[in-house]
């Protein structure tokens, strides 16, 4: 991606737009759900199963129902907890310990090499028993995983359940993952999340069979894991002087109201680790480095780079967020490094190596005199240099190290784990060079992204990454041989938290992707997402009962605008609507109800209209969408572009700038904007005879952090007959200073046209000291409107 959706860039450009999100839609828990028309399926399990077959009649629980251990592992008891503990407090039934001889109104677990995959299961349902099998205790837990979802949804209730009849249907089910990483990323340095959020995410990750919880502990926002050797880390460095992103820390002001952070203890992360282990979770923990380490400098800064004066970089002055690759910093980091893997049993430790500038490694004199020492030819050398000698030293302590794609520049650590995020292109590479992977490209798996069109979604980082296209990804690139595929242990959803202020926040960005994720790393044979749809309805009642703020926007439903070539006329598609589920729609911007009009095809748009489509089912809408049309004379003309959109940012296709639908004033990624990188606007209209043209105006996208910049100059051409144009006005020294749409109106007093024409030249190179500094900057523009 030509546009940089990167954490570095942001930082600097963060302004509080955090906003809260009232949802409009109704709430999706007075749904009362029965299978879809056109589903077969009944079993609601997510992630689906492998093999499921149907039996005859139900197993019903009762307070005589006993469990039996067939095999002596003390992690047996942890394996069932949940099915013990959860059954106790919705249902009040106390499961008691049966002998062998009991045959009937029993749960019998067994460990079995019949089962050979490590975390596969064989479950059971018979009106008489309920038989678990798998090789290890996890394959236990995941087999009652699954019988806690062929359960009531009250059984997630956290407390009694009155007029339930706890029962499960005959079923034979015969499942098992398709990858060994399952797992979610949360940043905690951006913005700190209380210790109880965690639980609460291991609690709901287990539901969904995911594995590996990835704690994004340091970055240059906070510090949030006490070092017993280095308590500045935390004293300064977990306290940042105001939100939402400030990189300035200040000791001597504490205690003071205005300082944002927090951290956790080494024995909260022990306790974390014990609670996550206890739902055979494993807690990753990443350290940053070389970058990302503002914190750690705050704190440290002598650990920062020599200025060309050869004095240390002054904090919090300084630009750095790298550590200096001087023998000190090596010293800290190790030192770090062992009280983590004295608090994380994980095999794997994160040590980042993403996003290095290398400003100051080109300047100081302790980095260059390395880079000679070292016989390296480049600061990407000396990246790998500084990974590969952290990675040393974590091999030496017996664990792996992860990194971020980044750790390929210069040469890959030889025993490294590539987390690949910029694409799938680093995941690819690192598996042709013989190492493990984690895939997260960013287009599937950063849940930082927005998750809908919905122009009312609150503030994210950028990007989109639908519901839909979560379910759609397949971890394995087609460009590997099925040997290297083998390299790929899974994927993981990301949620970088620069605007995630709160736990409502982070639940509404993690669910229900990481449902979605969860299916597409467990389930070998992937279903259609209306089926997943059916059973992820049913699925988000049961997050209801643990209140997870989770997102409405569950389907991938857009209004697409079009003129019709045979009436001419403008005219509004609804595309991606699910099978079995009916569409309503209102044009005054009144949510539909199952009295409104049916959508049975495309709809005219003769006036003004707040088109509001709304997906029912069973009487409640479920999902919405809304296009609001403003008709000018431009409106649904034939129109022309000299050159189309850049093919990223061409979503509403080449009549999108003049559809009678203005593009977003904070988003350049809807289907509204054009986009072109390092290349001029030109656009014609044919208002189909001569006009009296009083105004035309036209709007462009402002936002320097994402390369995007407002036109150099913008001109007003005429022409009676579509080839000879004469200028009539033009435009200048735009203001650059604010992120968002800015409509730019000419008044053009009367003059007569029939064929109007906008030029905007696009900005030129973008100016030092930003980020893409010396690249072509980008020109977004939408909706040209006469009058
Ligand atoms: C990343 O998003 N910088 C890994
Ligand atoms: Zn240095």
Request: aromatic share 12%; hydrophobic share 35%.
């Amino acid at each position: 991606m030509k546009i940089p959706e990167s954490k570095a860039i942001m930082n600097q450009f963060i302004k509080n737009k955090i906003t809260t999100y009232v949802s409009a839609i109704v709430m999706l828990s007075m749904i009362s759900f029965f299978p879809f028309k056109g589903f077969s399926q009944s079993f609601n399990i997510i992630p689906y199963p492998n093999k499921v077959e149907r039996g005859d009649g139900e197993f019903i629980f009762s307070g005589t129902t006993k469990i039996v251990n067939k095999s002596h592992n003390k992690e047996l008891a942890t394996a069932i907890e949940p099915l013990v503990s959860k059954l106790k407090t919705a249902s009040g039934i106390v499961l008691t310990k049966g002998k062998k001889a009991n045959k009937t109104n029993v749960i019998v677990v067994e460990l079995n090499n019949s089962i050979t995959e490590a975390e596969g299961y064989q479950l059971v349902v018979s009106p008489k028993q309920i038989n678990i099998k798998a090789k290890t205790p996890i394959g236990v837990f995941y087999a009652v995983q699954s019988l806690l979802q062929l359960l009531p949804d009250d059984i997630e209730s956290s407390t009694l359940a009155n007029n339930v009849t706890w029962k499960v249907p005959a079923v034979t089910i015969e499942d098992a993952p398709s990858f060994s990483y399952r797992g979610l990323m949360m940043d905690v340095a951006r913005h700190y999340m209380p210790y109880s959020f965690l639980e609460k995410l291991i609690d709901l990750m287990a539901m969904q069979k995911m594995n590996k919880l990835h704690l994004h502990l340091t970055d240059s926002q906070g510090w949030r894991f006490e070092s017993k050797k280095y308590p500045k880390l935390t004293n300064i460095g977990a306290y940042r002087k105001g939100t939402p992103l400030n990189t300035t820390y200040d000791y001597a002001s504490r205690p003071d109201d205005s300082l944002y952070g927090g951290y956790y203890t080494q024995a909260q992360l022990r306790k974390l680790v014990a609670y996550a282990q206890s739902k055979f979770i494993t807690i990753i923990p990443e350290i940053e480095m070389p970058a990302h380490s503002k914190s750690a400098l705050a704190a440290y800064p002598e650990l920062a780079c020599l200025d060309s004066t050869g004095k240390a970089f002054p904090y919090p002055s300084q630009v750095q967020d790298e550590f200096c690759t001087k023998d000190a910093t090596f010293t800290f980091l190790t030192d770090i490094l062992t009280e983590v893997m004295n608090v994380f049993p994980s095999k794997y430790i994160h040590v980042a190596g993403d996003e290095a500038s290398k400003v100051n490694w080109r300047k100081c004199r302790i980095c260059q005199q390395r880079i000679k020492d070292e016989h390296l030819k480049s600061v990407e050398e000396l990246q790998s240099y500084f990974i590969k000698r952290i990675e040393r030293f974590v091999n030496q302590k017996g664990r792996q190290i992860i990194g971020w794609d980044e750790i390929l520049e210069g040469g890959l650590a030889p025993n490294a784990t590539v987390m690949s995020w910029r694409g799938e292109k680093g995941g690819i590479e690192a598996a042709k060079q013989g190492h493990n992977v984690i895939m997260t490209p960013g287009e599937y798996c950063y849940f930082d992204h927005f998750q809908s069109d919905d122009p009312n979604e609150p503030a994210a980082f950028g990007g989109l990454t639908k519901l839909a296209k979560v379910y759609s990804y397949q971890p394995i690139p087609k460009e590997l041989t099925a040997e290297e595929g083998k390299l790929v242990a899974g994927a993981q959803g990301n949620l970088w938290t620069e605007f995630v202020p709160s736990v409502q926040q982070a639940e509404y960005m993690f669910f229900p992707r990481s449902v979605a994720l969860s299916e597409a790393t467990w389930s070998a044979k992937k279903q259609t997402y209306e089926q997943f749809l059916s059973r992820l309805l049913p699925y988000l009642k049961r997050l209801d009962k643990h209140q997870v703020n989770y997102s409405k926007h569950l389907f991938d439903i857009k209004i697409n605008s079009f003129v019709d070539s045979v009436s001419n006329k403008l005219m509004a598609k609804v595309v991606g609507i699910p099978n079995g589920f009916q569409v309503f729609y209102t044009t005054d911007g009144s949510l539909p109800t199952k009295d409104a009009k049916a959508y049975t095809g495309p709809v005219d748009i003769t006036a003004n209209a707040k088109l509001t489509v709304g997906v029912i089912y069973n009487n409640v809408v479920v999902d919405k969408v809304q296009k609001t049309f403003t008709i000018n004379a431009a409106t649904g003309r034939a129109s022309k572009l000299k050159t189309l959109a850049n093919k990223n940012y061409n979503a509403g296709g080449e009549h999108a700038w003049n559809n009678g639908i203005f593009g977003s004033e904070n988003r350049y990624n809807d289907q509204e904007w054009l986009g072109w990188c390092g290349e001029d606007f030109e656009g014609s209209v044919d208002l189909g005879k001569k006009e009296t043209v009083n105004h035309v105006s036209i709007r462009c996208f402002n936002k320097p952090s994402s390369w995007i910049y407002m036109p150099s100059s913008v001109s007003i051409l005429v022409s009676d007959n579509g080839n000879d144009f004469r200028k009539i006005e033009e435009q200048k020294n735009f203001s650059i200073a604010n992120d968002g749409a800015q409509k730019i109106v000419f008044n053009t007093k009367g003059v007569m046209a029939r064929y109007i024409k906008v030029i905007a030249n696009y900005y030129g190179n973008i100016p030092q000291n930003n980020p893409g500094a010396g690249t072509p900057a980008w020109l977004f523009v939408d909706e040209v409107t006469v009058d």
